[in-house]
């Protein structure tokens, strides 16, 4: 008989999992969860875990919350949908709409909805493409973004996501996607260099890629304010002055890559905030709703708007948009979110939890098995190494990092292993500091065993 539950081997049979090595789950089987409640989730046997990823770094209110059910509900019982399309609209992607201009990180003028961060970041290099056309610059169209940046996966985002994985046989990336350096301090710092200095480098290098590629080919920059699932990694300081400074220099725009950092992950509404970013145009999701429904924004700006108006003109509509843009209990969803946010003030929970986050970050970096800690508001990762001193990794081939993450589930914890042997903490931004001593507690206990793996 199998050692696997009944839905397990239901899963093995029909799932075809994201993100997953599919041969192995076939052996290993499916977590199945069933439940949640504020942090915590439970799975098919009861067992309980604290959410440390807010699931896939999305769910900022936490589970159950029956304001948002209750949001929901009534609007699908009033109106359950009802489209964008062809000027029709309804109040809650008005009111959406509203309330995103009013707290967008750049000089918002309008919003356009879409169901995830990969469509929204898709939508943005559309959206690129046609303003150049409308500016009459055919060439200008190459888009940069980083290294390990992450920015989704459908064909045009899994090309602007800088990490193998995500091309490696997809026949990826697409041209016109180009790649600059990842500002990673811990692994790109020379001996002696100060963080001003290797970020003046890094806009060095970006300089140097746009004029080997040609200023007039190059349009656009986009870039998440602290890379997520690229390896939690913070820019050095002064960073993105220095980088908004070489796109100013070739006529560039700065596109923000929200999706992780947006509604006070780093203590700030945006974080763009927090990094001193000025950006052209904006991209949200995840947070947006909590992720109790899809929905995600792009945020653009006059110029940008004026140029889409004049080729709709041109062309006789603006033809992008998909069924569920702005689905309108998903927007309701969104706007009550917002309003929970305003009213619970998130950012200042956010900013009252975290210096107990990063004491407790602190003190794991002190681990054997860590070679840096690091983190920002309610977001952190540790990279594990084979020698602190000399920042040697482990051989990937261990998989010391999935070996964590798997003690960490016994513990009671659901953490995130990324390529490098790095381990992310992206919690739900209502965690309590009791909570978040108990979840660094697990995650201590998983540590130590995994240091007694490694022998
Ligand atoms: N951008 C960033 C910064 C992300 O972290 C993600 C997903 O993790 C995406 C875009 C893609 O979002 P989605 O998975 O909703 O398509």
Redesign the pocket.
Known sequence: MSPLSNLAVRDIETVLHPYTNLATHRDTGPMVLERGQGIYVYDSSGKEYIEGMAG???TALGYGNEELVEAAASQMRRLSFSHLFAGKSHDPGIELAEKLKAIAPNEASKVFFV???????DTQIKLVWYYNNALGRPNKKKIIARTR??????VA?ASL?GLPANHTDFDLPIANILHTDCPHPYRGMEAGESEEDFASRMAASLDELIQREGPDTVAAFIA?PV???GGVIIPPKTYYEKIKAVLDKHDVLFID?????GFGRLGTMFGAEAMGMKPHTV?V??ALSSAYL?I?AVIIDDPMYQATVDESRKIGTFGHGYTYSGHPVAAAVAVKTLEIYERDDIVGQVNSVSPTFKKRLDAIGEHPLTGQARGLGLIGALELVADKATKRPFDSKKGVGARVAAFAEEEGLILRAMAGDIVALCPPLVISESEVDEMFDRLGRALDRAEAWVG
């Not at 890559?257 to 950092?261: L, Q």
């Open positions: 896939l770094w999305c169901n995830s961060g990969s469509e929204a970041n940046g992450y920015h989704g996966v459908t985002a996501t998440e890379m997520g699932a890559d929200e999706v992780i950092c991209s999701a995840k899809p995600g």
